[in-house]
């Protein structure tokens, strides 16, 4: 005999609810709307209740997340529900709701998100297609996500979105993509009528679309158009520079010395074109970065190069380090990729790190390469030169053309210094 299901103690149910309205969701979801005193959602969410859920109807201010603590402390002690589109754990308030009130206190009953639909009509595999947000989000942030053979479904964020990938689309090289809008997926309303490359997308598509949209993206990349692959080491010309650019073999060891991890914080110290930021968050979608640079128009360069690279999420601070550092968030890593001379930049980067964290820093001058030494001797890691040599014309036959070799001094700061190795002062690579 199987044992009855404790009642749920959280303070807040999550109810995912569809296009279909209240139709579509349980009978589970459904009594915990009625029992509800307070029932909170978007305006276009509490609609789709019917008369007899006679809670209070409390519809979302703007901007959403600092309000929550404060509307959910004035109706402390009553029996709330709130609405939420599909699933609510799934870039839904469910995710706002656990982060504000611990998991514990949250009961969630999902839906069918609007994902699961679409893939569904599409015929494609769930685990194959990647899926990028548009709500409340840039676009520039899809950039990101462009592959050959890729497909994609995009959130929108309301009728206005699919003209804005099929723009942000032709712009980066995959015009010929091919774009379909499915709007109110699982409701009575459902159709998928717009379709076509992003080349041949209407200017005024945008017209009679339903603001409850997602649109499929099977990614071609035009010809000629240049090939910026998912791992580091991006073509120079990717980037918008002055000169002061991570080249792309050092760039690529750079990011495989730091070492980047989904949800983890990077400082770009020196940012000069932003490379190594934009590179790192580029490796998942939760990796973060701040970039902080002294020249105004440097700073204003990385900005340009992470809206056109997909990470328009890039933080970039303008300032000199170290005294630029101060009050930012605590790093899981660190690049020092100029301003070594600094005085205290170096132990200000160190000292900022956790246990675990990883330091890269590069140099090309004497000057600073003594100071890497010099912190080898005190931290541990290891320092390498990385030279790069690049086959061109010499009179009519080829050659090699040297780079100014870069010293590259990595290590990772450890919990324990009183275990570590003799001689590594607590630090290992």
């Known amino acids: 005999m199987t044992a009855a299901r404790p009642a749920p103690t959280a303070a807040v149910t999550v109810v995912g609810i569809g296009a279909d309205g209240w139709e579509g969701i349980p ?223 050092v760039r690529a060891a750079t990011l495989g010395a730091l070492a980047p991890a989904p949800g983890e914080l990077l400082w770009d110290v020196g940012g000069g074109s932003g490379s190594i930021a934009v590179e790192w968050m580029r490796t998942h979608p939760a990796c973060r970065a701040v970039a902080v640079e002294r020249d105004p128009v440097r700073a204003e360069r990385i900005v340009r190069n992470a809206h056109r690279l997909g990470v328009p999420g890039l933080r970039v601070v303008t300032g000199a380090a170290p005294a630029a550092l101060a009050g930012l968030p605590r790093p899981d890593a660190v690049f020092v990729g100029g301003g070594l001379t600094a005085p205290g930049l170096l132990d200000a980067c160190w000292e900022a790190l956790p246990a675990g964290g990883r330091l890269v820093a590069n140099t090309v001058t004497l000057e600073s390469e003594a100071l890497l030494a010099e912190a080898r001797r005190r931290h541990g890691g290891e320092l390498v030169r990385l030279a790069v040599a690049h086959a061109v014309p010499v009179g009519g036959f080829t050659g090699w053309r040297q780079a100014m070799p870069v010293t590259q001094w990595a290590v990772r700061k450890t919990s324990e210094p009183s275990e570590a190795v003799p001689g590594t002062a607590g630090a290992d690579t």
Not at 204 to 214: M, Q, V
């Open 27 to 249: 009978d589970t979801s459904r009594q915990a709307l009625l029992g509800a005193d307070v029932v909170i959602g978007g305006p276009r969410q509490l609609d789709l209740l019917p008369p007899e859920c006679g809670g209070d109807r409390v519809s979302w201010p703007s901007p959403l997340r600092p309000a929550v603590p404060g509307l959910l402390a004035a109706h402390e002690g009553r029996r709330i529900a709130v609405l939420a589109s599909g699933d609510p754990l799934f870039h839904g308030i469910g995710r706002t709701l656990t982060e504000v009130l611990g998991a514990a206190s949250v009961h969630v009953l999902p839906h069918p998100s609007s994902v699961s639909y679409a893939c569904a009509r599409l015929g494609w595999p769930l685990e194959d297609t990647e899926v990028v947000t548009l709500v409340g989000r840039p676009a520039a942030r899809l950039a990101a996500a462009l592959h050959d053979r890729r497909r994609l479904l995009v959130l929108s964020a309301d009728a206005t979105t699919p003209g804005e990938v099929a723009a942000l689309l032709r712009d980066r090289g995959f015009g010929p993509s091919r774009m379909r809008v499915l709007e109110q997926l699982g409701g009575a309303g459902e159709r998928t009528t717009r379709e076509a490359s992003a080349d041949d997308w209407p200017p005024h598509a945008g017209e009679g679309l339903d603001p409850l949209n997602i649109v499929a993206v099977e990614c071609r990349r035009a010809p000629g158009a240049p090939h910026l692959g998912a791992v580091p080491g991006l073509p120079d010309e990717a980037y918008e520079h002055d000169g002061q650019l991570t080249k792309r073999h």
